[in-house]
């Protein structure tokens, strides 16, 4: 059983403040790494992919990658009350079929809270 | 990007009863992809639909209880059969796209299930 795991929040930060969101996964052959963003009711949006180890920033945004550890973060610099959703970790993972279907599996999400 | 259409939004069911679950894209795809999110959990994929040919299920869901049907490359259905309140949750379609090496996940609104 491939296994996303988030840490479950609620996370709560002030406006401006730094968000740091955290993730593991079991497949060792995942290959590529997601953060989804979702509001309450909606459905969710891609906010940052990332394929290698390190960092990759995007704006206020910045993924973490570390296979070795089989570890993906999500950093969120001056925090808004706009990030205030529920982010989900996905890891591109071997498809249960096997052969070369590979499947998104999600983590359980973490809300974010972000106070004014 | 894609542009996806799902309805209904949301429904109020019966047990016992089925609904159908409409999902359509803005450009031809190859797979679509049936996700269920139960309240408070991740987003679990269903099965795989390919145009052409039966549904992937994953594991622990099975053909009679959540037909799929694929007529053509822009189009899918999802039936939620004979419900109970256990079914109650939200039911999304997806599909993927990109190109070598990268692929993002696009998803429909959303339909919110409630069996009563």
């Known amino acids: 059983q491939k296994e996303v795991e988030q840490n479950s929040g609620p996370l709560s930060v002030p406006e401006g403040a730094i968000a740091s969101l955290n993730c593991t996964y079991s497949?060792?052959?995942?290959?590529?790494f997601f953060w989804y963003r979702q509001y309450s009711g909606k459905s969710p949006e891609l906010i940052m992919f990332i394929y290698s180890n390190g960092d990759k920033e995007d704006g206020r945004f910045t993924a973490q990658l570390n296979k070795a550890s089989q570890y993906v973060s999500l950093l969120i610099r001056d925090s808004q009350p706009s990030d205030s959703a529920t982010y989900l970790c996905a890891v591109n993972s071997r498809a249960s079929s096997g052969g070369s279907n590979y499947k998104l599996t999600f983590g359980k999400g973490t809300l974010l809270t972000v106070n004014p | 990007s894609a542009v996806i259409s799902q309805k209904p939004s949301r429904d109020i069911c019966q047990r016992g009863t089925s609904l159908t679950i409409q999902c359509q894209v803005d450009?031809?795809?190859?797979?679509m992809f049936w996700y269920r999110q139960q309240p408070g959990q991740s987003l679990t994929l269903i099965a795989t639909?390919?145009?052409?040919?039966?549904?992937?299920?994953e594991s622990g869901f099975v053909i009679d209880k959540f037909p799929i049907s694929r007529p053509n490359l822009t189009f899918s259905t999802l039936t939620v059969s004979n419900m109970s309140p256990e079914d109650s949750s939200i039911y999304l379609c997806?599909?993927?796209?990109?190109?070598?090496?990268?692929?993002?996940?696009?998803f429909g609104q959303g339909t919110r299930l409630t069996v009563v």
């Open positions: 639909a390919n145009q052409g040919s039966e549904a992937t299920y």
């Open positions: 997806s599909v993927e796209m990109g190109w070598t090496g990268h692929t993002e996940a696009f």
């Open positions: 497949d060792r052959g995942s290959q590529s």
């Open positions: 450009s031809q795809v190859t797979m």
